[in-house]
Each structure stands twice: as structure tokens, then as C-alpha cells.
């Protein structure tokens, strides 16, 4: 991973070693390598957090890149074949998405994402994959029913805010869910979180037990068929947007004692109903 983004930012990509057939992504459109961010990188933050999975051969990475000085969030897979790269998925964030965006300048990888977990706080591989699948089944039609279990103070950043306190939300549903309602489960029990109709396209992409970490990718879609809601606790909430769309996830999960603790997102607009093209 740390080969290909030096090679990225030096918008080089011959010297690295690629399959005979390379299926690349950015922001699930298929293109050509050394098209999109290929193009127009200039740099990258030095800090980043990475995840690699010996059993699917897929290594993760997160960070900040440079494009002519206009800062994005980034996430990538990298799928490795015979040591050779075979399959490039990326996920960028830029600051005119619609949806939260943090300061760029003040990224950092949040220390818990990098200590490996004492024995007795680790939980199996499966395990962790079913809590992160049972997130996505809380979110999609939430209507304050748990599927997942999560740490007392979990915290869900997207894009670089976090949106599970303070004046911040997640793209579509009600403006300034932190307020409301702080932390993962907290927002999740108050149904805040109704308006995403369909949690799809789930795909578990690595898994680190020693860490307790386990990244996903999936779309959430946003019908909007009407811009105000009844959120579990019976109030009324208004939609941001006005109309149908979708997000497209990227998001890193660290998982202790068989609960959520945190969550790292990458979240980008996409049209609604958009078809990831890793599931064809």
C-alpha cells in the first residue's frame, strides 16, 4: 500500500507491480490506471492508517491526499495476487460533497485504531464481521431496534468530523444529530437515522483480530419520498436534503470485547441507487 501511494503521488504508476488485469475504481467508476486522482495529486498527508488481511489478501489504507493543494479523504483497497496488484478500489472525499467534512489540517489517526488489543479483549474474526454487519442493519429503516452491540462513549467520524456529538450529522437525515442524541448507539436507539431506506452492496474487505479492526464498504440510499420523519422517540425530525440519493461508505470499525468502540468513515454522494460495480 505505502509502495503504491508514493507511486501515486509521484504519478508514476509503470514502476509498480501489476497483474496481467487490474480492475480499478475511484468513487466506484471503473477507469484506466493513471486516470482520476492519478492525474491530480500532488501530495499526501504522512500519517495514515493501514490494514492488512493475510486471509482475503486485501490491504487497506486511509488518509489524507493532495489534489493542486485542495485537501480529500481517501480510502483505498489494494488487492494483492501472487504479489502482484490485481485490484485497485478507492473512495475520495472532496469538500464540496455534500455531507460533513472535517479540517483536513487536524487529521489524525485516532490512537485506538494502532494498539494491538490485550488477549481477553479480542474477539473472533466472525464474530466482528457479524457486529459490523449488525450496524448496518440498525441503520438501514432504524426505528431504535439494536442488531450490533457498542462500547459505552463509541464515536462515528465522517469525512473527518465526528458526527455522533456536537452540531455535526450524517448526509440526509435530521441537521445536528449530535445534539440531539450523543454517541453510536444513543443516536441508533432515537431512530435518528430512519431516513436511510436500504443498507446494500455489504462487503467486509479486511479484518485485523489483533487490532480489532475490520473494514467495509457499502451504499446507503435515501429515497426522501417525504422530507419529514418520526424518529423512534416520537418526535418529528426534517430530512437536510430534498431529494433521493445516495452514499457511498468506506468505513474502518475497531471492535473491543466484542463491542463497537469507534468508527472512521468515508462517506461520498452518489446518484440514488447507484450500482457498486465489485458486486457484478
Known amino acids: 500500500a505505502d509502495d503504491y ?22 468513487n466506484s467508476v471503473p477507469m484506466m490506471i493513471g486516470d482520476g486522482l492519478w492525474g491530480s495529486i500532488r ?3 504522512d500519517e495514515a492508517l493501514r490494514v492488512a488481511d493475510p486471509h482475503t489478501g486485501n490491504v487497506a489504507w486511509y488518509g489524507i491526499v493532495e489534489e493542486h493543494d485542495a485537501p480529500a479523504y481517501y480510502g483505498m483497497r489494494l488487492k494483492v495476487v501472487d504479489r502482484r496488484i490485481a485490484e485497485v478500489e ?3 472525499a472532496r469538500e464540496r460533497n455534500p455531507g460533513p467534512f ?9 490512537a ?3 494498539k494491538p488489543l490485550a488477549e481477553r479483549e479480542r474477539t473472533p474474526r466472525e464474530r466482528m ?38 452540531n455535526a450529522s450524517s448526509a440526509v ?21 430512519k431516513p436511510v431506506d436500504r443498507v446494500r452492496d455489504r462487503r467486509i474487505v479486511a479484518v485485523d483480530e489483533e487490532r480489532g479492526l475490520v473494514v467495509a464498504t457499502r451504499f446507503a440510499d435515501h429515497a426522501v419520498r417525504t422530507t419529514r420523519y418520526t424518529s ?41 441507487h447507484m450500482p457498486s460495480p465489485w458486486n457484478r
Do not use: H
Not at 464481521?129 to 439494536?146: H, K, P, R
Not at 435530521?174 to 450523543?182: P, T
Not at 457511498?248 to 470499525?253: D, H, Q, R, S, V
Open 90 to 92: 478507492t473512495v475520495v
Open 102 to 110: 472535517g479540517e483536513p489540517a487536524k487529521f489524525a489517526v485516532d
Open 173 to 193: 437525515i435530521v441537521a445536528g444529530a449530535g445534539n440531539i442524541a450523543q454517541g453510536c448507539e444513543a443516536q441508533l436507539r432515537a431512530g435518528l437515522y
Open 43 to 45: 501530495g499526501k498527508a
Open 5 to 26: 501511494m508514493e507511486a501515486l503521488v509521484r504519478r508514476e504508476p509503470d514502476g509498480l507491480p501489476w497483474a496481467p488485469q487490474v480492475k480499478f475504481t475511484e
Open 232 to 272: 423512534a422517540d416520537g418526535k418529528q425530525r426534517e430530512t437536510q436534503d430534498k431529494y433521493p440519493s445516495a452514499r457511498e461508505l468506506f468505513e474502518i470499525y475497531k471492535v473491543r470485547n466484542g463491542r463497537i468502540e469507534r468508527i472512521e468513515a468515508i462517506s461520498v454522494f452518489q446518484p440514488y
Open 129 to 166: 464481521i457479524a457486529l459490523v454487519d449488525g450496524y448496518a442493519s440498525t441503520m438501514q429503516l432504524n426505528d431504535g431496534t439494536l442488531f450490533t452491540q457498542f462500547a459505552r462513549g463509541c464515536q462515528r467520524t465522517e469525512n473527518g468530523q465526528v458526527v455522533t456529538r456536537g
Open 112 to 114: 485506538a485504531f494502532l
